[in-house]
């Protein structure tokens, strides 16, 4: 199983960006996913979630209506589309695999089995 994140990088307060995490190694369109997020000096926040097939999605009220997630089955790609971005949304972006479709919340890391290894998205004028 492989996760690489990409797309993240510098951007203005009220700017956007969009990250991708490509995925491997696994049948990916089976999983659900999520992103998750970890700022400097606090802990592991998760972000957004979407079901293996696309057809759910849910959002941390931090970033609702700012933020989409989406997938591609075919490319086996997950992405997050950021908009409206603040200084606040400074962190590193991880993607997570969850395995169990029947899980807890989706705010629950424990039912996450395998992560990326981040990208840095930084806010700042």
């Known amino acids: 199983v492989q996760l690489v994140e990409s797309g993240g990088g510098l951007a203005q307060p009220g700017g956007s960006l969009r990250l991708s995490c490509a995925a491997s190694g696994f049948a990916f369109s089976t999983y659900g996913m999520s992103w998750a997020r970890q700022a400097p000096g606090k802990g592991p926040e998760w972000v957004s979630g979407i079901s293996g097939a696309g057809s759910t999605k849910v959002y941390a009220d931090s970033v609702k209506g700012r933020f989409t997630i989406s997938r591609d089955n075919t490319k086996k790609v997950l992405y997050l589309q950021m908009n409206s971005l603040t200084p606040e949304d400074t962190a590193v972006y991880y993607c997570?695999?969850?395995?169990?479709?029947?899980?807890?919340?989706?705010?629950?890391?424990?039912?996450?089995?395998?992560w990326g290894q981040g990208t840095q998205v930084t806010v700042s004028s």
């Open positions: 997570t695999r969850r395995p169990n479709p029947y899980g807890s919340a989706w705010s629950n890391f424990s039912d996450y089995d395998f």
